[in-house]
C-alpha cells in the first residue's frame, strides 16, 4: 500500500511540463506522430533533454523568448529541415516556412492551408484580402 502511496506523490508533484513530454513521447513512439515541438520554461530544458536522451530520441532545442525554450523531437529527417529553416523565432517565419513546420508537426492540412492564406492576405475569408 505504501508504494502506491509513494508513486501517486511522484506523480502529483511532476510538474505538468514534463507530464506533458511524457505524454509527446508516449504519442511518438507510439507512431502517432513523427515530430513534436514542446515548449517549455527554461528551467525544464535540462531534465526535458536527458529523458529524451534516455530514451534515444533525437532533438533539437532552440529558445522561444527569454524565459522558454523550444524542443524539436523525432525523426532525424525531420529535425534536419528544421535546422535549416527554423533558424529564428517562430513569429518571423515566411507564410511558406510556416506552412511546411505546420504540415511537419501533423496540424490540420486544411487548417494550415487556410492560415497560410491569411498569412498572405489571399483567401476569401480573410479580413484583409486582396
Known sequence: MQRTTDIQTSQMVLPSEMRVLMNHIY?????????????????????????LGRQSIDYVVQPAGK???NVYF???????????????????LSPEEDFILGA??????????????????RCANCKHAQ
Open 27 to 51: 504519442e511518438y513512439k507510439k507512431g502517432v506522430r513523427r515530430m513534436i515541438l514542446f515548449t517549455c520554461n527554461r528551467r525544464f530544458e535540462q531534465q526535458a533533454c536527458h529523458r
Open 104 to 121: 511537419m508537426l501533423g496540424y490540420d492540412i486544411c487548417a494550415q492551408c487556410e492560415r497560410y492564406c491569411e498569412r498572405k492576405g
Open 74 to 92: 523525432g525523426r532525424r529527417e525531420c529535425l534536419d529541415a528544421i535546422r535549416l529553416f527554423v533558424t529564428r523565432p517562430l513569429n518571423e
Open 67 to 69: 524565459e522558454n525554450v
